[in-house]
């Protein structure tokens, strides 16, 4: 069944009960910055915090978010961060995805899958997360930027997002794949696909200078044109403040809402905001503590939901 729009109806939330930076994702995650140990309860109690009021703020604005309660592990850190290990999809299909972190794998959890049950079916479970064993990865809509009005999955290659089952989980879906390189200012692989590219219902917030020149690049611009959506080109500056780590939500009215940081609304130019308020209305929430030591924003916080209603 073919989606009419990329909004998410709802969101999937992780309240954290650990937070601080992960020493396993840090190689491949310039995003984050390290902690001294005397910090981390401070910065766990400010990460919390900041989520709680990131939730009320999605939901005053009419974002239906249902929220998971993690438990304490210490090496469980990242559990903020669901999008990474789990999808759920219009068929009643959940996909659980390969991540490079092994103290990130403990958090697919049944539990976490549960909360969603009492309003949204699951007909489903699907465990990709096999490939870890030959260290191949696909850390989920981190990895993979989903049109699915379209039926299209875009991904850049990197450690964590493997080319080879980018194309296999397309084909399962019955999508087509865009893969390509992007690589950040000093040259090395971006780590998710999520950071410089946002795709909304019809419009794509994208860092094209993130993408060498050539033949590659030509076809994902060619692809994103004949589908029709409007390209707002975010630079490396804009990039690194998250601009481009948005996701475009369900409010239950007419127009959408397109949920990113206050750091990246911050980075936006007002040419940029005004492109994008045609589409939807943006909402800003603030999560300085998340960004910095967690080296994700706000579209990593949320695992968009598509599942059919009960």
């Known amino acids: 069944m073919k989606l009419q729009s990329n909004a998410a109806p709802a969101v999937l939330m992780v309240r954290p009960a650990n937070f ?7 190689g491949s995650n310039s995003f984050q910055s390290a902690a001294q140990t ?10 919390i ?11 005053n604005a009419g974002v239906e978010v249902i929220v998971a309660h993690d438990e304490f592990l210490e090496e469980r850190r990242d559990a903020v961060f669901p999008n990474n290990w789990v999808s759920f999809h219009e068929s009643g299909d959940v996909f659980l995805y390969p991540m490079q972190s092994k103290a990130r794998r403990t958090e697919r959890r049944q539990e976490v899958i549960d909360t969603v049950k009492p309003r949204f079916t699951v007909h489903k479970i699907t465990d990709l997360s096999g490939t870890e064993e030959k260290e191949l990865y696909l850390e989920g809509t981190g990895s993979l930027i989903v049109d699915y009005p379209n039926q299209i999955m875009y991904a850049s290659r990197s450690i964590r997002t ?13 999508f087509s794949a865009v893969v390509f390189d992007a690589v950040d200012r000093s040259g090395m692989p971006i780590y998710h696909t999520n950071v410089m590219m946002c795709l909304g219902t019809s419009y794509c917030v994208v860092c094209l200078e993130s993408i060498p020149e050539g033949e590659v690049k030509k076809a994902f611009l060619a692809s994103l044109g004949a589908t029709n959506h409007e390209i707002v080109d975010i630079s490396f500056d804009q990039m690194e403040h998250f601009a481009g780590n948005m996701l475009e939500v369900a409010t239950g009215t007419s127009k959408p809402a397109l949920v990113m940081s206050i750091t990246a609304f911050a980075a936006l130019t007002q ?21 910095k030591y967690g080296g994700g ?14």
Do not use: W
């Open 162 to 174: 493997n080319e080879g089952l980018v194309r296999a989980h397309a084909a399962r879906l019955g």
């Open 271 to 291: 040419s940029q905001k005004i492109i994008l308020e045609k589409y939807a209305n943006l909402i800003a929430i603030d999560i300085p503590t998340i960004e």
């Open 38 to 47: 005397g910090e981390l309860d401070k910065i766990r109690s400010q990460a």
């Open 49 to 59: 915090a900041e989520f709680d009021v990131a939730v009320d703020t999605l939901r």
């Open 297 to 310: 924003s706000a579209r990593c916080m949320m695992a968009g939901i598509h599942l059919p209603a009960v």
């Open 20 to 26: 601080g930076p992960n020493p396993e994702t840090a």
